[in-house]
């Protein structure tokens, strides 16, 4: 299932700019357009926690 574009129109970086996030549906990641901060999406569910956030770049951990 994918994210309902209504809740992608209204998310933003949790950091103190705010930007609009680009939303990956195969790598299930959020990324922001300002930053580069990359957001995981589990279970269909945006975590968008800035203690969690990946940096560009970031390897990811094999699941």
């Known amino acids: 299932m994918a994210l ?4 992608l129109d209204i ?3 949790p ?3 705010h930007a609009p996030l680009d939303y990956d ?3 299930q990641t959020l990324t922001c357009t300002e930053c580069g901060l990359i957001f995981e999406v ?3 569910i ?3 926690l800035l203690d ?7 390897a ?4």
Do not use: N, Y
Not at 4 to 7: A, F, G, V
Not at 52 to 58: N, W
Not at 60 to 63: G, K, P, R
């Open 46 to 48: 945006p975590i968008l």
């Open 25 to 27: 549906a195969d790598a």
């Open 4 to 7: 309902d574009q209504q809740l």
């Open 60 to 63: 990811t951990e094999a699941s």
């Open 42 to 44: 589990r279970d269909d």
């Open 15 to 17: 950091d103190t700019h």
């Open 11 to 13: 998310l933003a970086c």
């Open 52 to 58: 969690e956030a990946r940096k560009p770049g970031t």
